[in-house]
């Protein structure tokens, strides 16, 4: 009783720690979304959505054919991405995969950073030569040019840094510290030049990486190889209106990289989204490139956004209300079922030790009457006459309180009893309820791990402990249905409901078990978890945008990949399950019969067991013991017995027991 009164008490003040989590989660929301209301009101332009991150390729820097990558642009139905080898610049052509296609090198091509790709194809890029200097020139697969052969469109003394803005027809570049957006036949006459401070840049405190032109935004990113002092920044700055629209530091804890380092590299405007660099390191030899693509948002679109948060968040707040208020609710019940078990014990225990007392009174009355009763043996004629009197009246007594006895009695049996059926009522709910506040505890845990997002969770129907959930952050999820039609002849006017019935019902949900960088170990356990639940069988619940109460893992799929220290990439493919009532009944009195063997009437003799009482079927695709269990009203553990494959690997084609 105490056990199940703790994790009530538990469960409540977790409950209640959810709840205030989610409020303040809700709160900040609201002036979120009423912040953006102002900026959109005001005018306000650009933001990322970096919550909804993608990630495209990911690559061990110094592996060949790919050595690193500084920049990425779209082109040709791929992409095209630079890095430096050396003094020279390397561009190289990858397919929609990210997938190595060719390559071209730039003898003194320098950095490899910022480059832009006109209309017509053609790359621009700064180069060394007398200085740095702007060219333009086409990519040409597998050709090796030298910088000193091209054209200079602009030249200065300060590193450039190049862009190409093809929708408005635009070259944007860095010198010094200044950014000049030019028409591209005029590089030497900016048609406007922005400071980097105003941009929102400290110089001399971050390192300016690179940068991208999408007029009027300019978004750049900054931060150091060794990112803990010169963290990864981005902004976007409006040349239009001579605002920021933007700048915050990265938050590169939620990516998934391998390392603890992130040093920008490079951005990319695509309009919908900026496609950004990061050069993961360990502060030493070893570094894996990440390319992600992170949207951008709208005023109007940040609104929807922030609106679809809070809506979320209004939901969640709305479930930590309800399972407050239920755990709130089974705290009090179990303080009053306390409550009453302590009055009824302690009327009990009064009503024993008034019994125990008046026995006491009975025995020492009863010794009384035999002394008396020896006495009034022996005495005289004189005497006796008084013992007679004194004996009648201690037998008198003796009468009186063996019946005061016999109520006292009476009343411990009332008392107990009661005390018996308030502990059974309360033992026999206990288990029941301890799951379903357990049930609470676990879906609390998920909320504030959470924060209340979308996302898909499995757990078992009988959860064994607190532990016993496992948190997918989904990518898809793929519904079926099946529908099972009699193959033979139809009769003409049947009812097609007498033909067919419903199938099995399934989902597949792809994503991945996430937690803190590092946190793999912990992870690898989870997905352990949900494999012994699929080895089991175990019915779980999956609770997601599409919920199955009762389900089975039938599949899991675990890709390996070593680059990933915060994540378990998984799909799990469940099957529902639909419990059927048993309209079957038990024979009374059948457990006087069992092992009786069955007479023939009139016969006299034993009745042999019929070979026709055993049936079997040939096994089609998609056959499981389930289905047959359901089908022909047997146990799936009976069916294990009776045939010799595992639930998972039964043949097709073969004949398998099933009465």
């Not at 009164?5 to 720690?17: C, E, M, Q, R």
């Not at 402990?465 to 099972?484: C, G, H, M, Q, R």
């Not at 175990?538 to 919920?547: C, M, N, R, W, Y």
Request: hydrophobic fraction near 30%; charge should be positive; glycine fraction near 6%.
């Amino acid at each position: 009783m105490a056990a199940t009164a703790d994790i009530a008490k538990n469960a409540y003040n977790s409950t209640l720690s959810v709840l205030n989590n989610v409020k303040a989660a809700y709160d900040q929301a609201n002036a979120d979304y009423l912040d953006s209301l102002d900026d959109q009101a005001n005018g306000a332009g650009l933001d990322i959505n970096e919550s909804a991150h993608q990630l495209m390729a990911q690559y061990v820097v110094g592996k060949s054919p790919y050595v690193g990558s500084q920049y990425c642009i779209p082109y040709g139905g791929g992409y095209l991405i630079s890095y430096s080898s050396g003094e020279d610049t390397i561009y190289q052509q990858m397919d929609s995969s990210m997938k190595y296609v060719s390559k071209m090198t730039v003898k003194n091509g320098g950095h490899g950073s910022s480059f832009g790709i006109d209309g017509s194809g053609n790359i621009w890029a700064s180069v060394r030569h007398n200085g740095y200097q702007i060219s333009k020139f086409a990519y040409q697969p597998g050709a090796s040019i030298d910088a000193s052969s091209l054209t200079s469109l602009y030249n200065s003394p300060d590193l450039l840094r190049v862009n190409y803005d093809t929708s408005n027809n635009l070259v944007g570049y860095t010198t010094a510290e200044s950014y000049c957006v030019c028409e591209p036949g005029n590089l030497s006459n900016p048609k406007k030049t922005v400071s980097l401070s105003a941009m929102g840049f400290s110089v001399g405190q971050q390192t300016w990486q690179s940068q991208s032109l999408s007029y009027p935004y300019i978004f750049w990113q900054s931060g150091a190889y060794n990112s803990n002092s010169d963290p990864a920044t981005v902004g976007c700055f409006n040349a239009d209106t001579n605002t920021k629209e933007f700048v915050k530091s990265y938050l590169t804890s939620s990516y998934g990289m391998k390392y603890s380092y992130n040093e920008p590299e490079g951005i990319y405007s695509t309009g919908s989204a900026v496609l950004v660099t990061f050069n993961n390191n360990d502060n030493g030899s070893n570094s894996i490139n990440y390319l992600f693509s992170i949207p951008t948002l709208t005023a109007d679109s940040t609104v929807s956004e922030r609106l679809k948060a809070l809506n979320n968040l209004k939901k969640s707040l709305a479930d930590a209300k309800t399972a407050f208020n239920s755990a709130k609710s089974d705290f009090q019940k179990y303080q009053s079922t306390s409550k009453t078990i302590v009055k009824d014990t302690r009327i009990y225990k009064n009503a024993t030790k008034d019994v125990k007392n008046q026995k006491k009174l009975v025995a020492s009355t009863k010794k009384k009457i035999v002394i008396v009763t020896k006495q009034y043996a022996k005495a005289a004629r004189a005497k006796k006459q008084s013992l007679k009197k004194q004996l009648d009246n201690l037998k008198k007594v003796y009468q009186e309180q063996n019946s005061a006895l016999t109520k006292l009695k009476k009343k411990q049996a009332t008392a107990k009893s009661k005390l018996s059926k308030a502990q059974s009522k309360s033992l026999s709910a206990q288990k029941a309820t301890q799951r379903a506040i357990l049930k609470k505890a676990i879906g609390a845990t998920v909320m504030a791990e959470t924060g209340g997002k979308d996302v898909t969770w499995i757990t078992p129907v009988n959860p064994g402990s607190k532990e016993s959930y496992a948190i997918l952050w989904p990518d898809s999820e793929d519904f079926s249905e099946t529908v099972n039609v009699n193959e033979t002849a139809v009769i003409k006017h049947t009812p097609i409901n007498t033909v067919t019935q419903a199938g099995t019902e399934s989902i597949s949900v792809g994503g991945a078990l996430i937690g803190e960088d590092g946190s793999v170990p912990t992870l690898v356990k989870k997905f352990e978890r949900i494999r012994k639940w699929a080895e089991n069988t175990a019915e779980v619940s999956l609770i997601g945008q599409t919920s199955f109460p009762h389900a089975i893992i039938s599949g899991i799929d675990k890709p390996h990949d070593t680059y990933l220290t915060n994540q378990v990439p998984l799909t799990i493919t469940l099957q529902k399950v639909d419990w059927a009532d048993s309209n079957v009944k038990k024979k009374a009195n059948s457990s006087k019969n069992k092992g009786k063997a069955n007479k023939k009437s009139g016969s006299g003799h034993k009745q042999k067991n019929s070979k026709s009482a055993v049936r079997t079927v040939t096994t089609k695709p998609g056959d499981t013991y389930y289905k047959f269990a359901q089908k022909y009203n047997v146990s799936v553990v009976q069916l294990r017995k009776w045939n010799k494959y595992a639930d998972r690997s039964i043949p097709v084609g073969v004949k398998i027991r099933v009465k």
